[in-house]
Nanobody, 122 residues
Framework: VQLQAFGGGLVQAEASLSLSCAASGRTISNYNGGWFRQAPGKEREFVAGISRSAGYIYYADSVKGRFTISRDNAKNMLYLQMNSLKPEDTAVYYC????????????????WGQGTEVTVSS
């Protein structure tokens, strides 16, 4: 499956931003989905995950209560709604697809999107 993330940009602190990820090739409903991010000089880190049917959704502690992951299998899409953004949320955001259930490990990811950059100014 090929993934393409888009929707990043430059925003001020406390603003909102919505990321989208379009899947092609294979249906995204066959995979658990997720979002990761990588800030300059740092390791890629888990942000949010969602099971194939959206019955299990989980977040990194740093974004819990501010970010919402969702999916639309009919449209072959993943989404990440980001509210109350902070400067420390600045990173390149990657959507991901995996056959592993409930994982937060980048090593478990089968497919990556190309990344979309999010910059939050203070």
């Amino acid at each position: 499956v090929q993934l393409q993330a888009f929707g990043g940009g430059l925003v001020q602190a406390e603003a909102s931003l919505s990321l989208s990820c379009a899947a092609s090739g294979r249906t995204i409903s066959n995979y658990n989905g997720g979002w990761f991010r990588q800030a300059p000089g740092k390791e890629r880190e888990f942000v949010a995950g969602i099971s194939r049917s959206a019955g299990y959704i989980y977040y990194a502690d740093s974004v819990k209560g501010r970010f919402t992951i969702s999916r639309d299998n009919a449209k072959n899409m993943l989404y990440l709604q980001m509210n109350s953004l902070k400067p420390e949320d600045t990173a390149v955001y990657y959507c991901a697809a995996t056959t592993a259930y409930g994982t937060d490990s980048a090593q478990s990811i089968d497919y990556w999107g190309q990344g979309t950059e999010v910059t939050v100014s203070s």
